[in-house]
């Protein structure tokens, strides 16, 4: 990308040192970018709320395609990621026993979260409509719907490359359980969010959501 600049490439092992990596972001993102990799796309996730300014230079940078997932029952996002703060699970193969946790949540943290969440989206998108850049936004709860091909085929053909079948993951959904199931203070949550536009993501499973947060 005509944005970075050419620096010496760092040893795999500097590279996969997460805490050389989180004191030295604009090193490692021009690193990625200049590696001689014989695939044909070369990417990462990157999450909102860490390195704005990395983000920010990500965004004005045209030569990046940009998928954004956003996921809308952003309550369940926020207890996955407390429980993975205790148990230390961030992700899970299949092979792999969970370890079962019920959390006591705070719920004042847990509202701002979700606003901070839809608040940070609302911005980007904002940000890359602003810029006319052509990027894909997908739900991550529609990933799981019956559209679930249109939107593996769309993926495909956003980034130009052949469309794949049969698609699996080695990873299982590490929280399946009800909010109830998963939260001590569930009594409280359900107050704070009685009547509120948040209220929807305490109940039921949150595939069988819609973008607009109704029941399918």
């Known amino acids: 990308?005509?944005?970075?600049s050419n620096p010496p490439l760092y040893p795999q092992e500097t590279m996969?040192?997460?805490e050389w990596r989180d004191e030295n972001a604009y090193e490692f993102l021009e690193n990625v970018w200049n590696q001689d990799r014989p695939e044909k796309l070369l990417g990462f996730k990157m999450p909102?709320?860490?390195?704005?300014?990395?983000?920010?230079?990500?965004?004005?940078?045209e030569s990046v395609a940009k998928i954004v997932l956003q996921r809308k029952n952003v309550l369940r996002l926020y207890i996955s990621q407390q429980i993975a703060l205790q148990t230390r699970q961030w992700y899970?193969?299949?092979e792999v026993q969970r370890n079962k946790t019920k959390l006591r949540l705070n719920v004042k943290d847990a509202v701002q979260f979700i606003q901070k969440y839809n608040r940070v989206y609302t911005d980007l998108l904002s940000q890359l409509d602003q810029s006319n850049q052509s990027y894909l936004h997908i739900i991550f709860e529609e990933m799981f719907?019956?559209?679930?091909?249109?939107y593996l085929e769309n993926v495909f053909t956003f980034l130009g490359v052949e469309p794949q079948q049969n698609i699996t993951s080695k990873l299982i959904k590490q929280n399946p359980e009800s909010?109830?199931?998963?939260?001590?203070?569930s009594d409280e949550l359900e107050n704070a969010l009685k009547n509120t536009e948040m209220e929807w993501m305490l109940h039921g499973d949150e595939y069988k959501f819609n973008q607009a947060g109704v029941a399918a």
């Open 48 to 61: 909102l709320f860490s390195h704005n300014n990395v983000l920010n230079l990500l965004v004005q940078d």
């Open 179 to 185: 909010v109830r199931d998963l939260v001590e203070n």
């Open 1 to 4: 990308s005509a944005v970075y």
């Open 92 to 94: 899970l193969p299949t």
């Open 16 to 18: 996969h040192n997460v």
């Open 145 to 150: 719907s019956s559209a679930q091909d249109d």
